[in-house]
């Protein structure tokens, strides 16, 4: 498992270990972890790491940020924290204060649209809001008349449907039927849904990478424990190759991740083919990671890893349900072969090339 | 815990994209010269000694190496940028590729000061090109099982015995050998190896052409017959190769030649697609460009971790077991693509020449250079599986 280098990633490393420990999550079937968790998190700013000082964050570093949601991906973390970041990040955006509690985003996937609509309100239905069920607060990116704005909405207003993902995380579905919102301002230049969804596609792919480093540890962990035929399962080539493959995927999600974050900046236009490229390529790469690693993970620790008191599926069915989220990889493998086609075959390599 | 795999996001620095622009350059007057085609990576004769000549005049062999022995102390990512421009153009780096990566490296560090500042001066002009004996015929992954006797003899070395599938030995000036000068121990049967330095086209060695699948004739069985070896030309410590050449092996293992062997059917089905592929295209590209761009990512992170000194073993292990599986698999599945492509389109008969290469080349690409099955057994080593 990586170590932290960073105070503001192993604060939150701290706290995870301390109140969403995977085991204990695992066991406690009421839930009761959750609150003090959030009250954790809130206290050591955490939720609002994106957002700076003078709108009522933390005012951490973007780097900061996607350093904790690899730490979050590796204990699994099911509290709207990634989320609250993300909606945190969205406001500043346009300027815009963010309150206390949990949040989320909307739109969550590039297919569902918000309207601004003349007289100041919002109309439209957002599918797969990761969270909205425990949000005091959406943080949304609507289209008006005059282009795109950033919204902060009072999530009482909204008609919310409970959904659950994979791994029993709510997954809702919101419905915007003239809601006024709390705040609303025009988004930056350039700023569009794309930019909203490579940047949530971003934050997913460090959580994936981060349940697949956890899957890989805890996968060896076990094939050094577990004995049959009257030798530890670890020692058994198939076995071995199996885990490799794991760590190559492990690895391929890695890389790919903390790369497509490391090309986002406070100035970066995510309009640029480069940026496009990485963060893009970082979701397609982690959602086919998630879906070859966790088979592995599960293979090695046989019926165990099957049962509903055992962790592996806190990490497998969230890394699963993540690759759904803003846009899944053969939406956005479409999106980046028409872009590819486009620019023609002799731009190919300079593009793959570019940094 | 287990051991943590790290992929440090690196980027090229900028003076590495000045480079890129001369070597593009450069390759694109090669090309309009007809000194080779970017778009025939299948051509008969892979060996050509006026391109590597021209390439060290450009000072792009041996960059890294001191300027005493003819090279440019150049940083391994400019080396990197180098290496896959040339790789991405399909240019005949066959005659200095293997000296550049591997053998001058191992002169480098084992060969005695004189025949250094013989050897590798040369080999930065693109003069001389090198092969490496390791397999033989009854050892090839399991590389310390290797028979083909050194001998000591009156200052030096009798060589008899047989290497196999040796790459470029037909073509080659030196090659670099492991031989057996003592038996393995109980203890150690790892030891008894001696790396030496082998001057080719010389009375007592027959280099024996094996033709190969895709028609061509790039390995060779070398047959050693009272081959005399002078004591000089030991590299490194007798009987004790085993604990030598592990740092090459990372960038051995890391590199983009690893992952970009068949990326040409990937630029041909661009081309074949057009601007407004369908849906399955579009789809389909997308995968395997995020795949390759992941790759990319992944070797030029390793490159920048060995470049600060880090020793990123298992990471570069990796880097070449999922590269390796993946430009096996590119052929097929731009196959599976090309399939829909229209009868017409005007690459079609380029993009079908080169499909057929590709499939016939994809079994070797995770067999040479250490095969995935050995790979994986590092992998798992690094892991804490054994």
Redesign the interface.
């Known amino acids: 498992?990586?170590?932290s280098e960073n105070i503001v990633v192993e604060t939150a490393e701290k706290i995870f270990a301390d109140l969403a420990d995977v085991q204990a999550v695992t066991s406690d079937k009421t839930g009761g972890w959750k609150a003090p968790l959030w009250q954790a998190l809130t206290e050591a700013g955490l939720p609002l790491s994106w957002v700076s000082e003078d709108c009522g964050g933390a005012g951490a570093s973007l780097a900061d940020g996607f350093g904790v949601l690899g730490a979050a991906g590796r204990f699994a973390i099911a509290v709207p924290l990634a989320e609250t970041m993300l909606a945190g990040w969205l406001l500043a955006q346009a300027k815009i204060t963010s309150p206390d509690g949990e949040m989320t985003v909307a739109p969550a996937s590039p297919k569902d649209r918000i309207t601004l609509n003349a007289d100041g309100t919002l109309s439209g239905r957002a599918r797969g809001v990761p969270f909205a069920k425990a949000a005091k607060h959406v943080a949304v990116l609507a289209s008006g008349a005059n282009g795109w704005s950033i919204a902060l909405v009072d999530a009482s207003k909204l008609r919310i449907e409970a959904g659950l993902n994979l791994a029993n995380d709510n997954s809702d579905v919101v419905t915007f039927d003239k809601v006024s919102p709390v705040t609303i301002k025009p988004a930056p230049k350039g700023f569009d849904q794309t930019a909203l969804m490579l940047m949530g596609g971003v934050v997913r792919s460090l959580q994936i990478a981060g349940a697949l480093?956890s899957m890989?540890?805890i996968s060896?962990?076990y094939?050094?424990e577990r004995v049959a035929f009257e030798k530890k399962i670890?020692?058994f080539?198939a076995?071995?190759?199996n885990?490799?493959?794991l760590?190559?995927e492990?690895?391929?999600a890695?890389?790919?991740a903390?790369?497509a974050?490391?090309t986002i900046n406070d100035d970066s236009s995510f309009d640029d083919d480069a940026v496009f490229?990485?963060t893009?390529?970082?979701k397609?790469?982690c959602s086919?990671a998630a879906e070859k690693g966790g088979a592995i993970a599960h293979q090695v620790h046989g019926a165990i890893g099957f049962t509903i008191e055992h962790i592996l599926h806190r990490y497998s069915l969230r890394a699963l349900s993540w690759r759904d989220d803003f846009g899944s990889?053969?939406y956005?493998?479409?999106?980046?072969?028409?872009r590819?086609?486009?620019r023609?075959?002799?731009d190919?390599?300079p593009l793959?090339?570019s940094? | 815990m287990t051991a943590a795999l790290r992929f440090d996001p690196i980027r090229l620095p900028p003076k590495c994209e000045e480079l890129r622009k001369e070597v593009r350059a450069f390759l694109a007057e090669e090309i309009a010269a007809g000194t080779f085609s970017p778009f025939k990576p299948n051509r008969e004769d892979t060996d050509v000694p006026a391109f590597s000549r021209k390439v060290g005049e450009r000072g792009w062999i041996g960059m890294t190496w001191p300027k005493k022995y003819g090279g440019h102390e150049r940083s391994f990512l400019e080396r990197y940028v180098v290496t896959e421009e040339m790789r991405v153009a399909n240019a005949p780096t066959r005659r200095f590729f293997v000296a550049d990566r591997q053998s001058g490296p191992v002169l480098l560090k084992y060969a005695p000061e004189h025949i250094k500042a013989d050897i590798l001066p040369r080999i930065c002009a693109g003069e001389l090109c090198f092969a490496i004996g390791m397999s033989e015929p009854n050892s090839g992954s399991d590389l310390f099982a290797a028979k083909t006797k050194a001998t000591k003899t009156d200052g030096g070395f009798l060589i008899n015995g047989t290497k196999i599938w040796t790459s470029s030995a037909h073509i080659a000036d030196y090659m670099i050998a492991l031989f057996r000068t003592s038996p393995p121990t109980k203890e150690n049967r790892r030891h008894g190896l001696t790396q030496f330095l082998v001057k080719m086209k010389q009375p007592g060695i027959k280099v024996n052409p094996i033709g190969q699948i895709t028609g061509q004739f790039e390995f060779n069985e070398v047959v050693f017959t009272d081959y005399f070896i002078p004591d000089d030309h030991v590299l490194g410590e007798i009987d004790g190769a085993w604990k030598q050449a592990t740092s090459e092996l990372a960038y051995e293992r890391s590199g983009p030649e690893r992952f970009l062997e068949t990326y040409y059917v990937l630029t041909e089905l661009v081309r074949a697609v057009g601007n407004n592929p369908d849906t399955r295209a579009a789809e389909g590209i997308g995968r395997l460009v995020a795949q390759v761009h992941t790759m990319r990512r992944m070797s030029v992170s390793v490159a920048g971790m060995l470049h600060a000194g880090k020793e990123p073993v298992v990471e570069a292990a990796i880097v070449k077991d999922i590269g390796t599986v993946w430009e096996q698999q590119l052929p097929h599945r731009v196959r599976d693509l090309a399939a829909f492509v229209e009868e017409d389109v005007g690459n079609r008969e380029t993009l079908e020449k080169q499909l057929s290469f590709a499939i016939k080349t994809a079994p070797k690409l995770t067999i040479q250079g250490g095969t995935t099955e050995v790979l994986r057994g590092i992998i798992a080593r690094g892991l804490g599986l054994r």
């Open positions: 498992m990586a170590e480093e890989l540890d060896v962990r094939s050094n670890s020692k080539q076995v071995q190759h885990l490799a493959r760590a190559g492990s690895a391929a890695l890389a790919a903390t790369s974050a490391d490229l990485e893009v390529a970082a397609i790469r086919e990889e053969s956005w493998a479409v999106e980046l072969g028409k590819v086609a486009a023609g075959a002799d190919l390599w793959v090339a940094r």
